[in-house]
């Protein structure tokens, strides 16, 4: 899939999925205070993803390496 196929706020199957990682190693990420996570009152505590955040984030993770 491309980076617009994905939907504006995504959800952590999403970042498993980008990633290639398991759900336990992608709510890890989502505990890091430079990752761009989202809380959404009233549903839990689920956690979402701004798509554009997330790769922007993703690409400057790049840079760093």
């Known amino acids: 899939m491309e980076?617009?196929?994905y939907p504006m706020v995504m959800n952590v199957k999403h970042?498993?999925?980008i990633l290639g990682v398991?759900?336990?190693v992608a709510y890890?990420?989502?505990k890091r205070t430079d990752f761009p996570v989202m809380?959404?009152?009233g549903s839990k505590?689920?956690?979402r993803v701004p798509r554009d955040l997330f790769f922007k984030?993703?690409?400057d993770q790049s840079?760093?390496?």
Do not use: F, P, Y
Request: net charge neutral; aromatic share 4%; no cysteine.
């Open 3 to 5: 980076k617009h196929d």
């Open 15 to 17: 970042v498993m999925e």
């Open 22 to 24: 398991s759900n336990r």
């Open 28 to 30: 890890e990420l989502m």
């Open 39 to 41: 809380s959404i009152t």
């Open 45 to 47: 505590g689920a956690k």
């Open 57 to 59: 984030w993703l690409d």
């Open 63 to 65: 840079k760093i390496s």
